[in-house]
């Protein structure tokens, strides 16, 4: 277990690409070369604009397939790189002065339900831990998360975050119920079978955390990577 | 007009080409926010070039 030797080296091994790790850890699928793709769909239509620009003119099938097609179609495969990319951890750090702080606390020992859940590869993939935990279930969960996603990146560079970091809104349980509610050590424990507790879960009046589970992140990593 | 979509086309690929090279969170957001918008005008430039009947050139260029 990587983790066990340190949550540096636990946080590098997220990091470093599965391709430098060994064949062991290459995921099958994904996206790998697809930006690829269409970054050599966007040289020829980046030529033709240039073209255009400096002639004044183009004839109409060119025209057609440098400011119409091929953009278009670079920005349909660039999309799904990007949808792709940023459920990853890394992604998530690269805001770093917003989000450092919380990344870092995942692998490091301080009691948190992150940090528990990430150190011991209870999620998965644990490369994509903040995405896992913070979309909610199924295709509606996901597009929120990405809408939610645009608005974090956007209040990001215009610098319109407010630390500590707070939760906008109620955290989503469906996230927790996803994997734990077939797990038969969490069907067996008496409070998930209570329902009382039950409807208050249901009706998202009280969350997984905070009265009976600790908090999702440790309150000293919500100030920023700089505090 | 020819030149204004190709402009805007070009702005548009460049930010693309930001993203993809370098995938961190600050080079989505204008890419989001400006790259998009900007191909969806240049293709309406171009379009409205098309109806009016001087798609492929500018005046005077063709």
């Not at chain 1, 997220?14 to 970054?39: C, D, M, T």
């Not at chain 1, 998360?145 to 560079?157: E, I, Q, S």
């Not at chain 1, 734990?180 to 997984?208: G, N, Y």
């Not at chain 2, 600050?26 to 998009?36: R, S």
């Amino acid at each position: 277990m990587i983790c066990l030797e340190g949550p540096i080296r636990c946080l590098q091994a997220i990091f470093v690409s599965a391709e430098e790790l060994g064949p062991l850890f290459v995921h099958p699928g994904g996206v790998q070369r697809l930006w690829l793709v269409a970054v050599l769909i966007a040289l020829p239509a980046a030529m033709i604009v240039v073209a255009g620009l400096v002639r004044g003119r183009l004839e109409p099938s060119t025209a057609l397939a440098g400011i119409v097609l091929l953009p278009s179609f670079a920005y349909l495969l660039g999309n799904i790189v990007i949808m792709e990319e940023s459920k990853s951890v890394e992604f998530c750090d690269s805001c770093h002065s917003v989000m450092g702080g919380v990344v870092r606390s995942i692998s490091e020992p301080n009691g948190s339900l992150a940090a528990t859940h990430f150190m011991r590869g209870y999620v998965h993939p644990s490369s994509e831990a903040c995405y896992s935990c913070h979309s909610g279930y199924g295709i509606w969960g996901t597009l929120e998360a990405k809408r939610a996603g645009v608005m974090h990146m956007l209040n990001a560079v215009i610098g319109t975050y407010e630390f500590p970091l707070e939760l906008n809104g109620v955290f989503d349980i469906d996230a927790c119920l996803h994997c734990h509610a077939e797990s038969p050590p969490f069907r067996a424990v008496d409070a998930h079978r209570d329902p009382e507790i039950q409807a208050v879960l249901v009706s998202r009046e009280m969350s997984c955390t905070g009265l009976c589970h600790p908090a999702a992140h440790p309150p000293d990593a919500l100030g920023g990577a700089t505090q | 007009m020819i030149r204004v979509s190709c402009a805007l086309v070009l702005f548009a690929l460049i930010l693309l080409f930001a993203m993809l090279l370098r995938t961190i969170a600050q080079t989505t957001v204008p890419f989001t926010f400006l790259g998009m918008p900007s191909l969806a005008v240049a293709i309406l430039v171009y379009g409205y070039s098309v109806w009016r009947g001087s798609g492929g050139s500018d005046p005077g260029e063709g």
